[in-house]
């Protein structure tokens, strides 16, 4: 029986909580506290406001900044609140304190994780071959041993059917798969073999062109990472160290 379950992933490469109920996502650059509230309202979230959630973000960032904003708490009596005042906390000595709302401070946004509801555990066999897709995010290297352990690899896809198989078995999230940027700037398969190169949907090598692809038709591949990611049955590179869901393929 297919089983299915439920798991929490944060987009925008942002940092997932413990539980995998809410995401984090650290803002360096400096604004006032109105203008911090808004941008996290903009991500359906708010300032965090728990000591806790800001000193484990710290420890996920590469700088430690001096002081955050900080979103009064349920213990926090707005009694005592002086008007144009706002809360800030300095994670280095645990200190949370007020400073003028119209100061400018690095801040912290929190929000609901986006739940992931995703076919597990089960190879799934269309002719020849089967895959299995995970929705536990990994990098792709790491996505790649475990496909690796099963006796697969990250999945290759040889034609549109497969493409389709493979769109509509993942969950609706870019999902790795196994193709990766090689030295000389063209993306090859796990196998050693050439992926077809990009070329614009207009161009004459596109209609040309006897190797399946699916890029999608906004990819610059001077720019973009270099692992390639399935999402709604196109193709696109992302960098290869985020985490998400991904698809094992093996021979049957």
């Known amino acids: 029986m297919l089983r299915l379950r439920n798991t929490g992933i944060c987009l925008y ?13 650290y803002h ?12 996290c309202e903009g991500r359906q979230g708010e300032i965090v406001s728990k000591v806790p959630e800001l000193v484990y973000v710290s420890k996920k960032t590469d700088v430690l900044p001096y002081a955050v904003w900080k979103k ?33 401070l690095p801040f912290i946004c929190k929000y609901p994780s986006i739940t992931v509801r995703s076919h597990c555990q089960e190879w799934k066999q269309p002719s020849g071959y089967g895959i299995r897709v995970h929705d536990d995010p990994k990098t792709w290297e790491e996505a790649r041993l475990h496909c690796l352990e099963e006796g697969g690899d990250l999945a290759k896809i040889d034609n549109a059917d497969q493409n ?41 090598h596109y209609r040309r062109s006897e190797i399946f692809t699916a890029w ?28 998400l869901p991904y698809v094992c393929r093996k021979d049957i």
Do not use: M
């Open 13 to 25: 490469g942002d940092f997932i909580s413990e539980d995998g109920e809410s995401c984090f996502h």
């Open 28 to 39: 360096p650059t400096k604004r006032s506290h109105s203008v911090a509230e808004s941008y």
């Open 72 to 104: 009064p708490d349920v213990d926090f009596d707005l009694s005592e609140e002086i008007a144009n005042f706002c809360q800030c906390h300095t994670i280095s000595e645990e200190r949370t304190w007020r400073t003028n709302c119209k100061a400018e």
């Open 164 to 204: 389709s198989f493979i769109h509509n078995s993942v969950s609706n999230f870019p999902t790795w798969f196994g193709a990766k940027k090689v030295n000389d700037g063209g993306f090859r398969w796990t196998d050693g073999s050439a992926v077809g190169d990009y070329h614009p949907p207009d161009s004459y």
């Open 216 to 243: 999608h038709s906004d990819t610059d591949l001077s720019r973009n990472g270099s692992c390639l990611t399935i999402f709604v049955k196109k193709w696109a590179p992302v960098d290869c160290n985020r985490k």
